[in-house]
């Protein structure tokens, strides 16, 4: 399984991105996949998650509002839309899938700086 993150950057607050991930070597389709970040110092927490078909979605309490979880079974694309970003949102995003997690990406980092 090969997951490759991208759409990361250097941001001022209340900026917005757009995260990526392609999924390769896997039945994406079938899996609930996750965006989790790490920033530094700090573990890894999965801070959003979406069903195999998209009818549900859970963001972290501290992030509904301003993040969304989204996915594309047609082309293997996992996305996070991230919104109003503040200085705390500064971490290295990674996805994967929290039922049965693989090895990880090389994650894109976010940085949120005036």
């Known amino acids: 399984v090969e997951f490759v993150e991208s759409g990361g950057g250097e941001v001022q607050p209340g900026g917005s991105l757009r995260l990526s991930c392609a999924v390769s070597g896997t039945a994406f389709p079938i899996f609930t996949m996750g965006w989790y970040r790490q920033a530094p110092g700090e573990e890894r927490d999965l801070i959003a998650i979406?069903?195999?078909?998209?009818?549900?979605?859970n963001v972290t309490d501290s992030l509904k509002g301003r993040f969304t979880i989204s996915r594309d079974n047609s082309k293997n694309m996992l996305y996070l839309d991230m919104n109003n970003l503040q200085p705390e949102d500064t971490a290295v995003y990674f996805c994967?899938?929290?039922?049965?997690?693989?090895?990880w990406g090389q994650g894109t980092q976010v940085a949120v700086a005036a």
């Open positions: 979406i069903a195999p078909s998209s009818t549900w979605t």
């Open positions: 994967n899938r929290p039922v049965a997690l693989a090895e």
